[in-house]
């Protein structure tokens, strides 16, 4: 069954620290592995998006990796803001055009 | 300007009514979706439609409908059959590598 897992169900990190959420996919194969952040009561944003031969790729101070033989996705956020404070959410789609598959997010908060 | 646009923000109803929740896009999406997302929880999906006049249940279809009689429009029918339908609703469709999200529908009923 295709599953997208991530870690840590949620993290405190105060205003400034580095911070890395992890994501853990079964989906074989896939066309492209994304990061949104959603904001609460809000529709997800698009941060990366990344095919399957893709390694790293950045977006301000957001830097997604992908590693296709373990099946694992990263996402690390530098010096974090107050305004980082959200929900961050992997989502897999697998190469026949159906289903999204999401996991289920890291909720994030940044402490002043 | 090219979205995925979702009304009302929110919506409150009565226990037993039924309520429908818009959902219209302008990106020429075949794929559309249905989530509702309860707090602290991930999405989950009640239906998605690849193409017109089709579409799918899925993971938590029961006491919802749908209809997609449009390309640019997918309603969801929250029905009095569902138990607890006061949660939050997004939309979404998808087209080539990306999928696009409504702002989503915070539906409470008292």
Redesign the interface.
């Known amino acids: 069954k295709n599953q997208v897992e991530q870690s840590p169900q949620s993290l405190i990190i105060l205003e400034g620290k580095n911070c890395t959420l992890q994501c853990n996919y079964t989906v074989s194969p896939f066309?492209?592995l994304?990061w949104?952040k959603q904001d609460t009561?809000?529709?997800?944003?698009?941060l990366t998006?990344m095919?399957f031969s893709e390694n790293t790729k950045s977006n301000g101070r957001y830097t997604a990796t992908l590693d296709a033989d373990t099946k694992q996705s990263s996402l690390h956020i530098t010096a974090s803001q107050l305004s980082d404070s959200a929900s961050y959410?992997c989502?897999v789609?697998p190469n026949r055009?159906?289903?999204?598959i999401?996991?289920?997010?890291t909720?994030l908060h940044i402490l002043p | 300007d090219g979205g995925i646009t979702q009304s009302p923000k929110y919506l409150f109803r009565k226990e037993g009514q039924n309520v429908t929740l818009s959902c219209e896009q302008n990106l020429n999406h075949d794929a559309m979706y249905w989530y509702r997302q309860d707090p602290g929880q991930g999405l989950r999906l009640i239906y998605y439609s690849q193409i017109v006049n089709d579409f799918q249940k899925g993971d938590i279809a029961e006491g919802y409908s749908v209809s997609r009689e449009k390309k640019e429009s997918f309603p969801l029918t929250v029905t009095s059959a569902q138990k607890n339908p006061t949660a939050f609703y997004l939309c979404a469709s998808k087209g080539g590598s990306e999928a696009f999200f409504g702002q989503g529908t915070r539906l409470t009923v008292v």
């Not at chain 1, 009561?41 to 698009?46: D, E, L």
């Not at chain 1, 999401?102 to 997010?105: D, E, H, S, V």
Request: charged share 30%; no cysteine.
């Open positions: 066309s492209n994304r949104y009561g809000r529709g997800p944003v698009s998006i095919t959410i989502v789609t055009d159906d289903k999204i999401f996991g289920k997010g909720r």
